[in-house]
């Protein structure tokens, strides 16, 4: 089928040849990712208007304040894929531990696991800044019964089969990858179709945008610094534009289609940084490569990493090969005389 105007449901159909072992399950995943997005973007659409803004009062597994919108949105997903009965467990940001999906017919034979922010940057909800969900999927690693936590949550990030992300911003995107490269959905509200409109996203080799909390700067580790000061100076086509929206699913966006590095590196206050590994920086990390990126902690590849636990953290640069690469090599200077 001719890409115009290609419904994002009729691509996934186009593409199911991709998804090897697939009898179709993985594609009714991604349709109930689909499904999950309309329903989040009316509520983030409106959340001005009725009383979902604002904290439930309590603090989620991260200690942050719960935002009405964050648990709304936990809620959406989880159902979603639960009533599919394709997924055997899920992570998300908002619960303390994983969730088996019990009781469902052969849900302990359903192939694939979810892990999920489902509204990252919620703290930008109340002042009307763009937000987004965050997902990454994998295959289970045993065979079958209830998920266990070791080899079928703490995978590798280059065991992701799917990953993918929603922005609500000033127009509502679904941007995903099986591994076959980046495509981005625009959905049409008036009526609730999402339209392939980026096909085939590639990250820019090089930018001139970077994005950080300078905020933090007197806390960052030395090659950071070094790296900031490279991008401030007054040389070639530097100084670079500073662009910082306090919303990872933005900052990325923008810097995917324009060119740019995204970094949340450790400092004093976040030691191991602050983004989550499983379902931050692994999906993100995906994607950026699928979209010839780079994305590491700053000296090794993300989706390397082994982790340990569930909401463990992970510093991320990544964005544009080339200045992802000059920030390793301002990092990796101080690793060699350590
Ligand atoms: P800070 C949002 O909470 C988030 O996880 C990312 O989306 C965002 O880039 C970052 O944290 C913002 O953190 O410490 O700069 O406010």
Do not use: W
């Not at 999920?116 to 065979?143: A, E, K, M, Q």
């Not at 933090?216 to 790296?227: A, I, L, R």
């Not at 909401?311 to 301002?330: D, N």
């Amino acid at each position: 089928m001719e890409n115009k105007h290609i419904t994002l449901g009729e691509f996934i159909i186009e593409n199911q040849k991709h998804f090897k072992y697939s009898s179709g399950e993985l594609s009714r995943l991604l349709n109930s990712i689909r499904l999950a997005a309309k329903v989040v973007n009316h509520e983030v659409g409106k959340a001005g208007l009725v009383d979902i803004i604002g904290t439930v009062g309590e603090t989620n597994i991260q200690g942050e304040d719960q935002q009405k919108l964050d648990l709304f949105a936990n809620n959406v997903f989880k159902t979603a894929l639960i009533n599919r009965e394709i997924v055997c467990g899920i992570t998300s940001e908002e619960e303390e531990d994983f969730i088996t999906i019990q009781g469902k017919t052969n849900s302990h034979r359903n192939k694939y696991v979810v892990l999920i922010d489902p509204l990252d940057g919620s703290s930008n909800i109340d002042v009307n800044v763009s937000v987004g969900t965050i997902f990454s999927i994998y295959r289970r690693s045993t065979p079958m019964g209830m998920p266990v936590k070791k080899e079928d949550f703490l995978q590798k990030g280059n065991e992701q089969v799917a990953a993918g992300y929603i922005i609500y911003g000033t127009s509502t995107m679904l941007v995903y990858t099986t591994g076959h490269g980046v495509n981005g959905f625009t959905l049409n509200p008036a009526i609730g179709s999402f339209y392939l409109s980026h096909a085939n996203m590639r990250f820019p080799e090089n930018g001139n945008t970077f994005s950080i909390n300078n905020g933090n700067y007197t806390h960052f580790p030395q090659g950071v610094k070094d790296y900031l000061k490279f991008c401030q100076a007054e040389e070639g086509n530097r100084p670079y534009t500073y662009r910082y929206v306090g919303s990872m699913v933005s900052d990325f966006h923008r810097n995917l289609i324009n060119g740019g590095i995204y970094m949340y590196p450790t400092s004093s206050k976040n030691p191991e940084g602050k983004l989550r590994l499983l379902y931050e920086c692994n999906p993100m990390a995906f994607l950026t490569e699928q979209a010839g990126g780079k994305a590491s902690d700053g000296y090794i590849r993300i989706m390397d990493i082994k982790p340990s636990t569930l909401h463990q953290r992970c510093p991320i640069f990544c964005g544009s090969r080339l200045m992802v690469e000059k920030a390793e090599t301002c990092m990796k200077k101080y690793l060699l005389e350590e």
